[in-house]
């Protein structure tokens, strides 16, 4: 990986982040950012769990979708999710802190595939997996 390639992808996040209002209002956190790679974090609060008491699935999955987001945008080109699934595999509790890293598995001119894992700890709570579509123009550019 080049600096370059790393400054664009940093300069993509810091222009992403500033419009995201759902990822800050959900108290995410751009953990680290590359070319096709992203780490995000969130704490699961009290307002974020299901008539279960465990957390809702739509948190764990908004986690997940948000780190596919910055890494499938790092290339500094408007890139918007196609299609995305998610195979939740433990339940999460309030209090709990998540981290989800997205990973590019396949890129082509203006596609790709990109898999995060949600963790707690060690453990892998969520699978996810999206397909990405550019859609043309700049994160950074007016």
Partial sequence: ?????????????????????????????????????AVLSMTV????????GIGHGGFTFALADSAFAFACNSYDRRTVAARCDIA?????????????????????RRNGIYDVAVRRGEEVVAEFRGTAREVGGSLTES
């Fill in 88 to 108: 939740f595999l433990a339940p999460i509790r309030e209090g709990d802190e998540l981290v989800a890293e997205a990973v590019e598995r396949h890129r082509t």
């Fill in 1 to 37: 990986m080049s600096d370059d390639a790393q400054q664009v992808a940093e300069a993509a996040a810091a222009a992403m982040w500033a419009d995201d209002q759902a990822s800050q209002a959900l108290g995410m956190r751009v953990v680290a950012v590359g070319p096709g790679r």
């Fill in 45 to 52: 609060r009290a307002d974020m769990t299901n008539g279960h």
